[in-house]
């Protein structure tokens, strides 16, 4: 299964949510598909969707897919390389009024150099890495939060002797 995540911020990404219905319209896209579509005003043809899903809601989708299509957003793409899956990051942009600039550019370019993730800038490019992913090896997400923890407990002593 394929979850796509737009986000919530307060910006339509409805060229992503149409290029899917037609991948899908098309037979190009031949897996269940599900869209958290936030408040974009597209409304999906070929596959189900839901603008905002609670916190269980989201879990639960996210659990069931092995694929994320998502925006660029940062909170979106590590919880998705953090439960592993495959995940297509797209950066939302300014000029098509889906963010105030193009900073997603920059977020989606260094996860993808990084090797967490496969980038597209052209919604056109999904088909091709759709199908190519499932080939794809990426590096497995390891938690830093007990180091950085210790970092900071490490900090606190010493500035209290």
């Avoid at 796509?4 to 598909?33: A, H, M, Y």
């Avoid at 996210?62 to 495959?86: F, L």
């Avoid at 091709?128 to 180091?147: C, M, Q």
């Amino acid at each position: 299964m394929i979850f796509v995540t737009v986000g919530s911020q307060k910006f339509q990404f409805n060229r992503l949510l149409v290029e899917i219905d037609r991948l899908i319209e098309e037979k190009k896209i031949n897996e269940e598909v599900f869209a958290q579509t936030g408040h974009s005003d597209y409304k999906p043809k070929n596959y189900k969707y839901k603008e905002f899903l609670d916190r269980d809601e989201f879990l639960r989708v996210m659990n069931k897919c092995d694929k994320v299509i998502t925006h660029g957003g940062t909170g979106a793409i590590i919880g998705a390389v953090k439960q592993g899956k495959k995940v297509i990051a797209i950066p939302r942009l300014k000029k098509f009024g889906e963010h105030v600039d193009d900073h997603q550019l920059q977020i989606v370019s260094q996860f993808e150099k990084m090797n967490f993730i496969r980038r597209i800038n052209d919604e056109r490019e999904l088909m091709n890495v759709v199908l190519e992913i499932e080939n794809d090896n990426f590096r497995t997400y390891k938690s830093n939060t007990i180091a950085i923890i210790d970092s900071i407990e490490k900090f606190i002593n010493k500035v209290e002797k």
